[in-house]
């Protein structure tokens, strides 16, 4: 089967998952693991989200509003933006992901920085598409540096605001003169999955 897959899809290297618990404790046959690796909640599920859970299951045999009316009619009234300006995923790997397959092509290519969520240089590698890694400084997105490895063929930059591995964030100061600078065909995406920890002032709102 190998050969039919194609050869930038072969290049992809496998993801690996944070271990579960129950594989720890089997391996190392310890008991009362404490597990810190993955965007887990150890204070157990909302018992609001539990709640939505059991009252949707009730209705799984239709499919659901693709559209997701009703979420986005509260988002926008909470953010203050129209509903055409909210796009909804499945975990906003899904948005990451949805964003490579509509912007990139064999042709048309993304900045990402080189240590940075796994999922960005996926999504790019997924589509075939050229991927141009840009080293961290000082464990920070360099932002001089994407936007000046931008050129023509550049589609995308994703900018993990925080961080994901290294825990930075990028000032407003830094992100404003990189929109100066970047090229004005070139679509940047400031992931800000974690913004909700950030409690330094210079933190941009990118909404
Ligand atoms: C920076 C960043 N963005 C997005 C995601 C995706 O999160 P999810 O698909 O669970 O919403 C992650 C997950 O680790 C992340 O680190």
Same mark, same amino acid.
């Given at each position: 089967?190998?050969?039919?897959?194609?050869?930038?899809?072969?290049?992809?290297?496998?993801?690996?998952?944070?271990?579960?618990?129950?594989?720890?404790?089997? +391996?190392?046959? *310890?008991?009362?693991?404490?597990?810190?690796?993955?965007?887990?909640? $150890? =204070?157990?599920?909302? /018992? #609001?989200?539990?709640?939505?859970?059991?009252?949707?299951?009730?209705?799984?045999?239709?499919?659901?509003?693709?559209?997701?009316?009703?979420?986005?009619?509260?988002?926008?009234?909470?953010?203050?933006?129209?509903?055409?300006?909210?796009?909804?995923?499945?975990?906003?790997?899904?948005?990451?992901?949805?964003?490579?397959?509509?912007?990139?092509?064999?042709?048309?290519?993304?900045?990402?920085?080189? +240590?940075?969520? *796994?999922?960005?240089?996926?999504?790019?590698?997924?589509?075939?598409? $050229? =991927?141009?890694?840009? /080293? #961290?400084?000082?464990?920070?997105?360099?932002?001089?540096?994407?936007?000046?490895?931008?050129?023509?063929?550049?589609?995308?930059?994703?900018?993990?605001?925080?961080?994901?591995?290294?825990?930075?964030?990028?000032?407003?100061?830094?992100?404003?003169?990189?929109?100066?600078?970047?090229?004005?065909?070139?679509?940047?995406?400031?992931?800000?999955?974690?913004?909700?920890?950030?409690?330094?002032?210079?933190?941009?709102?990118?909404?």
């Amino acid at each position: 089967m190998k050969v039919r897959i194609p050869a930038h899809v072969r290049k992809i290297a496998v993801y690996v998952a944070g271990k579960p618990m129950e594989e720890a404790e089997r +391996q190392l046959g *310890i008991h009362q693991v404490v597990k810190l690796a993955s965007n887990e909640n $150890p =204070l157990g599920p909302s /018992p #609001l989200a539990l709640g939505a859970i059991r009252e949707a299951a009730a209705r799984v045999n239709r499919y659901p509003d693709s559209l997701g009316y009703e979420l986005r009619q509260a988002l926008s009234r909470r953010l203050g933006f129209p509903t055409e300006q909210i796009v909804l995923g499945n975990g906003s790997t899904e948005i990451v992901e949805t964003l490579a397959k509509t912007f990139l092509s064999r042709q048309r290519g993304a900045v990402v920085a080189d +240590q940075s969520f *796994i999922m960005y240089p996926i999504a790019v590698r997924t589509m075939g598409a $050229p =991927l141009t890694l840009v /080293p #961290l400084k000082d464990y920070r997105h360099d932002l001089p540096a994407m936007a000046a490895a931008c050129d023509r063929r550049t589609a995308l930059v994703y900018i993990g605001n925080p961080n994901n591995p290294t825990g930075t964030h990028v000032d407003r100061a830094a992100l404003d003169a990189y929109f100066r600078s970047v090229p004005g065909h070139v679509l940047t995406v400031v992931d800000e999955a974690y913004c909700d920890y950030v409690t330094a002032d210079d933190y941009p709102d990118c909404l």
